[in-house]
């Protein structure tokens, strides 16, 4: 086993730029609340009020997960699923800018949005097609 060379500088954590997009796809699920709630403060304290958060598609478990956090964060204005490039894999979060004072009140949640809402267009023709009668 190779020692350590008593010489060479401990490694230190890597600096990036805050650039208002966190991909989730690389972390363990129990790290993702920390993770968010530590990276929605970087992005205020960078000025970065417009955040995409990708998530994945998937059965929509770490989704849920993501909003229940941002539902709950006063620093978040409001939050939405992207239907740009990424579609339903992704959020779209818009946080108060650093200056603004934050609601002291808990908002209400977001109006349910029905099934038929949150699957692809392509998806609900299946479901016509295909399901049962």
Same mark, same amino acid.
């Given at each position: ?6 010489? +060479? ?6 600096? !990036?730029?805050?650039?208002?997009? /966190?991909?989730? *796809?690389?972390?363990?699920? $129990? ?8 990276? /929605? ?7 970065? !009020?417009? &955040?995409?958060? &990708? *998530?994945? +598609?998937? +059965?929509?478990?770490?989704? =849920? %997960?993501? *909003?229940? /956090?941002?539902?709950? =964060? ?6 939405? /699923? ?8 992704? %959020? ?5 800018? #650093?200056?603004?004072?934050? #609601? !002291? %009140?808990?908002?209400?949640? #977001? ?6 809402? $949150? ?9 016509? &097609?295909?399901? +049962?009668?």
């Amino acid at each position: 086993m190779p020692r350590s060379d008593p010489d +060479k500088p401990a490694a230190s954590p890597v600096q !990036t730029a805050v650039d208002g997009v /966190l991909d989730l *796809h690389a972390f363990r699920p $129990q790290d993702v609340p920390d993770l968010v709630r530590e990276y /929605l403060h970087a992005c205020r304290a960078a000025r970065v !009020t417009e &955040i995409r958060i &990708i *998530h994945g +598609k998937g +059965k929509g478990v770490l989704r =849920e %997960t993501v *909003h229940a /956090l941002l539902r709950r =964060e006063p620093m978040v204005r409001n939050f939405r /699923l992207a239907h740009d490039r990424g579609g339903w894999g992704a %959020t779209l979060v818009d946080i108060y800018p #650093p200056g603004a004072s934050l #609601p !002291t %009140t808990h908002r209400p949640p #977001p109006p349910k949005v029905s099934v038929s809402e $949150q699957v692809p267009g392509w998806y609900r023709l299946l479901q016509r &097609i295909f399901g +049962k009668r």
